[in-house]
């Protein structure tokens, strides 16, 4: 991609030429209509639709949970968040996306589904989704109650986007600055910004046909012991980047960092600070992101 970086929607000739190139990085690109894909998403009941969970939650004053998964194989990926939504009560389910995917390492990830089968357990730490296909993508998100979104850490997330989406997911998560600085040293910022321009012009795309995807930034970055007022910038900056290419449902989130006062006292303000932002918003708190006691009195503590 060339160009110089602004925040500014990029046009349609900018859009469609970058997605030729998308498409054509694995071939499951070419299972992408997005036509289509549009058509699916209309006959998607509204409480498998995340945005639609979200306003209902809001509505009703219900606080709403989601957990962290993702498998290698897809039967045994259905079985995991079928057990979250059954046993776990989870009302928003997770894909979370395995690391050779994330960094764009597809036969890496072809070779871990094929020793995954063999072995009878994962092999990823994931679920590989461009590998898998937009049929496969949607097996999964038809085969549970729930709202699925796709969670991972890709600096270039186009592919992922363009498959997960058109497979049946109604959210995804993630930004040029989030998805770069804790995960990857490799990724200059500029590229995974631009990168994330793609991203986000092609949900707000889809939000012109009707079809309502929810983002979000990942404002903790490596959600552990991450200053609120750093966390807030970070989801602000790329709330207000996601805006800007269309996206009209956005879910920004505070990581717990153990402070009990800031910590109740940064959700409100995470509010406030994105009110101005031309879409709806919505706001999550993450549990503390490092491992948990396990001592019961500790961990109550």
Request: hydrophobic share 35%; net charge neutral; charged share 25%.
């Amino acid at each position: 991609m060339s160009g110089q970086l602004k925040n500014k929607r990029l046009s349609d000739d900018e859009f469609y030429n970058i997605q030729k190139e998308v498409l054509q990085q694995w071939p499951t690109g070419k299972e992408v209509n997005f036509k289509e894909a549009v058509e699916y998403h209309k006959n998607i009941p509204s409480d498998k639709c995340f945005s639609s969970k979200l306003l209902a939650a809001k509505e009703n004053g219900v606080t709403l949970i989601q957990p962290r998964a993702g498998v290698a194989v897809p039967e045994k990926h259905i079985e995991l968040l079928r057990f979250l939504e059954d046993e776990g009560e989870a009302d928003l389910l997770p894909s979370t996306i395995d690391s050779y995917t994330r960094l764009n390492r597809y036969k890496e990830a072809e070779a871990g589904i094929e020793e995954s089968k063999s072995s009878g357990r994962s092999m990823l730490n994931g679920f590989p989704a461009v590998n898998h296909g937009v049929s496969v993508c949607r097996h999964v998100t038809s085969s549970v109650r729930n709202p699925v979104q796709v969670r991972h850490g890709t600096p270039d997330a186009r592919l992922l986007a363009e498959i997960t989406i058109a497979g049946g997911f109604t959210s995804y998560e993630g930004g040029g600055i989030s998805y770069n600085i804790p995960y990857s040293k490799n990724y200059s910022l500029e590229k995974t910004l631009l990168d994330w321009q793609y991203v986000d012009r092609l949900t707000g795309i889809y939000g012109e046909s009707g079809i309502i995807i929810n983002r979000e930034p990942f404002g903790p970055l490596t959600g552990t012991l991450v200053p609120p007022c750093i966390s807030h910038s970070v989801a602000i900056l790329e709330a207000i980047f996601a805006a800007e290419q269309g996206v009209k449902n956005i879910t920004v989130g505070y990581g717990q960092c153990g402070n009990l006062v800031q910590d109740v006292a940064a959700i409100p303000v995470a509010g406030r600070a994105h009110r101005r932002i031309p879409c709806e918003v919505w706001l999550l708190r993450r549990e503390h992101h490092k491992r948990f006691p396990s001592v019961d009195g500790r961990l109550s503590a």
